[in-house]
């Protein structure tokens, strides 16, 4: 898949810019979704379009403006994150709740709406951004509770979408993309000191190489951004 139509939430900074303005510099048309168009970024290949996961109605929307033109990828970045060093004592239900429908059911709502575009690319992916404190065999520190939570359910839908898209020759993807040097990165420390920053240019052409590698496992288990699998 050299070049074709992607969609790409949480497209108005961090990952998400970069994904989108990589791809569409590579000659794709990229469909660039952010809750405030004004933050997202401009140029050629690329669409800009007001998308909030938390609304239901905005996810619609968008669906409806895709129609039934063919998406080859869909990038599901938007999240939100609960702070660094959350602990048991931090956990509220409204952010438990908030982070469940931003990181795991958003993606899945996205997807959903998008599967009629989706069955008319070739070669079809979707790409859920995960990470790896959603790895409950590699917690050995605990808290962050909203962020944990919500990333092992995105984990689990990834592998459920792939299982009952895979006879329609949709792949799905649930990426690590690491530690990544943005605001919301930033925000954490690692305590084991076992992780290197990585800049989120580099993570956008480690996807496209993740795209373009027929040896990506596309059956919805958790990898890294070099292509591994990581334990659920």
């Known amino acids: ?28 048309r990229v469909i660039a979704g ?3 168009p004004g933050e997202l970024p401009r140029g050629e290949g690329v669409l800009a379009a007001e998308l909030d996961v938390l609304d239901p109605q905005s996810v619609a929307a968008l669906a409806t403006a895709v129609g039934m033109a ?16 959350a602990t048991l004592d931090d956990v509220r239900r409204e ?22 575009a989706l069955r008319q ?14 790895s409950i065999g590699l917690n050995k520190d605990g808290g962050n509770y909203a962020y944990r939570a919500s990333k092992a359910a995105l984990n689990a839908i990834s592998r459920s979408l792939a ?15 690491g530690w990544l040097d943005t605001d919301m990165g930033r925000s954490w420390r690692d305590p084991h000191d076992q992780h290197d920053m990585v800049s989120v240019a580099d993570v956008a052409r480690d996807i496209q190489r993740l795209l373009e ?20």
Not at 101 to 113: D, T
Not at 213 to 229: C, S
């Open 95 to 116: 952010e438990m709740m908030e982070a469940f429908a931003v990181n795991a059911l958003g993606p899945l709502e996205l997807a959903r709406a998008l599967l009629p």
């Open 163 to 177: 299982l009952d898209l895979a006879d329609e020759g949709i792949g799905v993807v649930a990426l690590h993309p």
């Open 213 to 232: 590698d027929p040896a990506t496992d596309r059956e919805g288990r958790l990898i890294d951004r070099h292509g591994t699998v990581l334990p659920w």
């Open 121 to 134: 690319g070739r070669g079809s992916l979707i790409l859920n951004v995960s990470g790896l404190m959603g």
């Open 34 to 36: 952010a809750r405030d």
């Open 1 to 28: 898949m050299k070049t074709g139509t992607m969609v790409v939430s949480g497209a108005g900074r961090g990952l998400g810019r970069a994904v989108a303005e990589h791809f569409a510099q590579g000659g794709w």
């Open 70 to 85: 063919p998406v080859d990828v869909l990038v599901n970045v938007a999240g939100v994150f609960d702070g660094p060093g």
